[in-house]
Structure formats: C-alpha cells, structure tokens
T-cell receptor
C-alpha cells in the first residue's frame, strides 16, 4: 500500500517563529488533506489540497502531486498552534492513509 | 451547520464484551468512515459506508463490523473485545460515493479493561 512520511516528527518553536512541515507519499493520490489534532483528539480540517497552493490566515499549503509531496507552512506561530499535524492521502476505495504526524510545540 | 457527532464520548468495557459506537454525519453527507487511533499504531482506516452499504474495509478482523441506517447515521460494533481494542475511534463523513473532503467527529474513547 501507499506510504506516507511526515517530517520532522517533532518541532519546538518560540512564539512568532515560522515553520514548514513536509509530507511525502509514495504513489499517485486522488486527494490530500492536512489536519490539526486538538488536545481532546478531534481532527480539525486545515486544507483539502490534491494539488496547488491554498492559504488560510497564517497557514498555507502547497501540494506538488507530480513530485509526490506536500508542505504546510505556519507563520507567526502561536501557542494555540501546538498539537499534532497530520497529512492524509486518499487512494482507491476512498480510504485516507495517514502519516505518523508532526508534534508541534510552541513556547511562549 | 452541525458537524459530525459521535456518542458516547467515553466507553469502558471489559474483555469479551461488545461495544457499540454511534456516528451522525453532516447533513447532506451520505458517506461515513470509521478510523481507529490506537497508541503506537497511528490512525488506521476501518470501514466505509455509503448509501447503506459497506464499500471498503481496512485490515481488521471480522469482529469489527457496522452498519449504516437509512438516515445515513452509522454504528460500529466491536465484538469479543480485546485489550488492544482500547483506542480513540473517529468517524468521518463526506458527500456521496466517497468523493471529497472528509470531516471528522470528536471521537469515542474506548477503554477495555
């Protein structure tokens, strides 16, 4: 099956810093989503981005499907950005395959 | 617009018992998905239902089963519970035929003692 690798696994930042999270996938995908998992476990949708670039406030994402990677940019990070960020890709059968996640800690 | 809802929030069972988890999709969504997030195993796809039928199944034993009702809500049943079934179970929904962005509910945390 498809492999999804996220890097880095852990990231510690000071408030106000910028960061880039990466997601590599091993095969063609129909779709790609980025999520933020809050402390209570719920997955919050950030981007639905099979290709191209999207922006939402301080967050933006770029997917280069032909090169099988996606990037999530967080600018001017805040303590509330802390948590686990997941990349998930959809292949056949509409199932999402998730990466292992990036644990982000933003210190005040 | 209400999001995906799940019940109960927490569920505690003992080994060998059965657990039933429930999910209501976003209004207008007909596809419902179940995922398991167990410690150390990441998020894994369990089941996909669309229009009342099971459309796809992940690599889980048959004691994990479910159904989708005419109103598109869904149940996940786990029979003969084992300790390793302890996990966060997440339900998601999307528009029909499994197409489009998946939106997740808050999850049910199942603990098997």
């Amino acid at each position: 099956g498809i492999q999804v690798e996220q890097s880095p696994p852990d990231l510690i930042l000071q408030e106000g810093a910028n960061s880039t999270l990466r997601c590599n996938f091993s095969d063609s995908v129909n779709n790609l989503q980025w999520f933020h998992q809050n402390p209570w476990g719920q997955l919050i949708n950030l981007f639905y981005i099979p290709s191209g670039t999207k922006q939402n406030g301080r967050l933006s994402a770029t997917t280069v499907a032909t090169e099988r990677y996606s990037l999530l940019y967080i600018s001017s990070s805040q303590t509330t950005d802390s948590g686990v960020y997941f990349c998930a890709v959809e292949t056949s059968g509409s199932r999402l395959t998730f990466g292992e996640g990036t644990q982000l800690t933003v210190n005040p | 617009e209400a999001g995906v809802t799940q019940s109960p929030t927490h569920l505690i069972k003992t080994r060998g018992q059965q657990a039933t988890l429930r999910c209501s999709p976003i209004s207008g969504h007909t596809s419902v998905y179940w995922y398991q997030q167990a410690l150390g195993l990441g998020l894994q796809f369990l089941l996909w239902y669309d229009e009342g039928e099971e459309r796809n199944r992940g690599n889980f034993p048959p004691r994990f089963s479910g159904r989708q009702f005419p109103n598109y809500s869904s149940e996940l049943n786990v029979n003969a519970l084992e300790l390793e079934d302890s996990a966060l179970y997440l339900c998601a929904s999307s528009t029909g035929q499994g197409i489009g962005e998946q939106f997740f509910g808050p999850g049910t945390r199942l603990t098997v003692l």
